[in-house]
Structure formats: C-alpha cells, structure tokens
C-alpha cells in the first residue's frame, strides 16, 4: 500500500513538472508510462502474495486437522533400519571355493514409553537350522531357493528403564551391554544380541556394566533329561565390567576396560545353537545323560582391552589391543589376543576409512558361541589378518570391502581326505553396499 501511495505522489510531482515545463514534455511521459508499469506491477505481486498467504492458511489448517486426528503416541516412536547387499568368496584350503550373494535387512523403531522408560524392537533377515532357530551370529540371508521368500526373524526386543541420568537397567533381547573397543567385533561377533538382563553405570569417564545372559532353557522334557528336572540344567552367562575413558587431549582419549565372563552348565552340555562347538575342545565320555559328544571344558573368562582414539592428518585414528584367557581351559589353549588399527572414518560423503587387525584366539580361550562368525571360519583355533577400506559416496551410503588372510587349526589337526596337517589356510572377501535409512 506503501508502494502505491509513493507511485501516485511521483505521478502527481512528475503531472506538474509537465506544466510549468512544456519542453520536457515527452520525457515526462515517458516517466508516467514506466510508472503506469510499474503500478500494475505491484498490484500483481500484491494479488499474488495475498493467494500465498491463504494457501499457507490452508496448509496449516489441514496439518492442524491432521495432528488431531493422529494419537500424540505417533511422536514417541524413532523409525531406522539399514540395507547390505554383500558379494562373498570364501577359499579353503583343500576344498572347493565357493561365491555366493546375500542380503541383510534390519529395520525396527525404539518407542518412548514415559520420561524414564522406552522399549526397541527391530527385525531382521536370518537364516535358520530349523523351523524357529535363525543363526545368532547372522543376520545374511544367502539369495538362493528359486526366488523363494525369505525369513524374518526377531533381532531386537528389549526394555530399557533409566531412572537417573547414570543408570540403565534392561531386561530383554537386547545390544550387547558390556562396550566392546570399537574397531575389533571378533571375540564377540556383531549380530550377536544377548538375551537376558542387565544394569550399566556410567558417571563422568567411569563406567560398570554387570549382566545375566540366558543361553539354554533345558526344562525336564528335554531330551537326555530325567525327571524330576536335572539341578543347574540352564547354560547361562553372568559377569561385570568395569572401565574409565581418560581424556588426554581435546582430540586425544584412551578407554581401558576390565571383564570377567562366568559360564554355567557349559562342561558336560551340547552346544547351545545347532549343536555346535565351533572350535572348542569336545569329549564323548563323561557328559549328561543323553548327550553324546558334550564341552570338555568349562569357561571362567578374564578379558582386558585398551583403546586409543586420536587424531593423524586432521583424519581419526584408533589403535586397540584386546587380551582375554579361559581359566577353565585343561589344555593350556586358554589365550586369545587382537591388535588393530582403523585410520580415517567413513561417514560424510566423501570420506574414507582403512583398517587392519591381526587376531590369535586359542582352541577354548573364548566361549565360541559369541566369537565372530567370518573370522577363521566362524571358530576358535585360529589366527590371522583382517584387512578393511570402506568409502562413503553419499549420505546414508558407505562401500566396504573386508579380507581376512587366516589359518585355522592353528592347535589342533585337521584332516581332509588322505591329508593331515595344521595351519590351515582360509581366506574370505568380502564386498559390501550399505545403505542406512
């Protein structure tokens, strides 16, 4: 309105000037045909500016309309979930190579019940040994079948309550709840999610971790069992933690951490999973009644590790050591250790990281369940390198590529047709599209 006032003022100044001088006449003209423009050109932008404000209007209203019609609830829920596409090769010494492809999907949301309470649920492809029982140390699903569909399974399903700011108590399938050092995910495998309880502490650089883990349920019914039900039958894992993060610089911090692992009704019992031992020691006299070949060894785990995180060339750098020794183990195969480092950190567009990590994990120094499951085969009794680069191309979008160099029956022999021997060669790559959204 402002603009129009000013226009027709000029106008009336410019209609005078006219008069009192005749000469300039076809110049003021001028001036009052690019001012008639100039007016409907204001009065255009003001019709125009009016339509977006009641658009605008609308818009609110029909947001307003549809926030009441949805519950409040629909804002304590956090959606996530990631996408692999891996390319693998597997080459074992004495048997034939093999290449395959897989998919891992993980998609679920964590769920704010009240200001001290929130729950995560998050579902997963798998593939499983039978009907109900999906691997717990995978989450690929190998593309074969004939286009068949593919499992989904429950990865995730945990509560957490946080009544102070220190405190966390969770009960449920849940993340591991002891910290692990970053770049090492090879005395526990990643897609392992413990089940049970557990309680963390974490004050300043101060941290404490104590954890009840559920293994095997072994009720009266089950086979080799009699009734009445067989004293101490569960396999269960409890154990603490106890670690401090020193801040040596702004860019400069070191974690070292202390872990102690009690397994229970693990000697003389099967394998919890598939009937599987992956690698630890095994006998077939002296187990429970029923089970035919049964863990020769009980395993009491000591596990210390260190980390350190800095800063190289204005790019991160974490070095980590990782020791852990089975006081349990009758064989003197009772020691595991991993040295490592990871320079750079793939994260915005653009960025790269590069890895290497050398791991030695004796026969029944680790219970196997938990060990990673590319690593040596998915066993114990193994050493060797890991070799990983990975580049982040676009947000949400990284391409890595891991090697492990290893030899296997590094203390006990293999044999494989007429051929018997140690050090057995097994190599691994790897190639990934992750996509997280």
Request: contains cysteine.
């Amino acid at each position: 309105m402002n603009s129009r006032i000013t226009a027709t003022a000029l106008a009336s100044v410019l209609a005078f000037g006219a008069g009192i001088a005749p000469a300039a006449a076809d110049e003021v003209g001028e001036l009052k045909a690019a001012l008639q423009a100039l007016q409907k050109r204001l009065d255009t932008l003001e019709s125009k500016a009016k339509e977006v404000e009641e658009t605008n209007d609308r818009q609110t209203d029909q947001i307003a309309k549809v926030r009441s019609n949805v519950g409040s609830w629909v804002g304590n829920f956090t959606w996530k979930g990631d996408m692999r596409y891996r390319n693998e090769t597997i080459d074992q010494e004495y048997v034939a190579n093999r290449n395959r492809d897989r998919i891992r999907l993980r998609t679920g949301f964590v769920a704010k019940v009240n200001d001290t309470v929130k729950t995560e649920v998050q579902l997963s492809t798998s593939e499983a040994a039978a009907v109900g029982a999906a691997d717990p140390r995978s989450s690929n699903q190998t593309l074969t079948g004939e286009n068949t569909r593919k499992g989904i399974y429950v990865d995730l399903a945990y509560v957490e309550w946080q009544p102070h700011a220190d405190w966390k108590f969770v009960g449920g399938k849940m993340k591991y709840p002891w910290v692990r050092p970053a770049a090492n995910g090879y005395f526990f495998d990643n897609d392992v999610n413990p089940e049970g309880l557990a309680v963390n502490f974490a004050h300043g650089s101060l941290f404490a971790n104590a954890f009840y883990n559920i293994l095997e349920e072994r009720g009266p019914a089950a086979a080799g069992l009699a009734t009445p039900r067989v004293a101490n039958a569960e396999s269960t894992m409890a154990g603490a933690q106890l670690g401090y993060k020193f801040t040596l610089s702004d860019s400069t911090k070191l974690t070292l951490a202390t872990a102690y692992f009690s397994h229970n009704a693990v000697k003389g019992w099967n394998g919890a999973y598939n009937a599987g031992f992956n690698g630890n020691t095994t006998v077939s006299t002296g187990c429970h009644t029923g089970i035919a070949t049964c863990y020769a060894y009980g395993y009491q785990v000591w596990e210390t590790f260190g980390e350190l995180s800095t800063t190289l060339a204005n790019r991160p750098l974490t070095l980590h050591a990782d020791y852990a020794k089975n006081s349990d183990a009758g064989n003197g195969l009772d020691t595991a250790y991993s040295l490592g480092a990871t320079y750079g950190k793939a994260s915005d567009p653009g960025t790269w990281e590069v890895g290497y990590i050398w791991n030695h994990i004796e026969k029944d120094a680790l219970y196997a369940q938990y060990i990673d499951s590319d690593f040596g085969a998915g066993n114990s009794d193994a050493e060797g390198s890991v070799l990983k680069a990975a580049y982040a191309p676009a947000r949400n979008w990284t391409l890595n590529a891991t090697y492990f160099l290893n030899q296997t029956n590094i203390d006990k022999s293999f044999t494989v047709g007429t051929f018997t021997g140690y050090n057995r060669d097994y190599k691994r790559l790897q190639l990934d599209l992750n996509f997280k959204f």
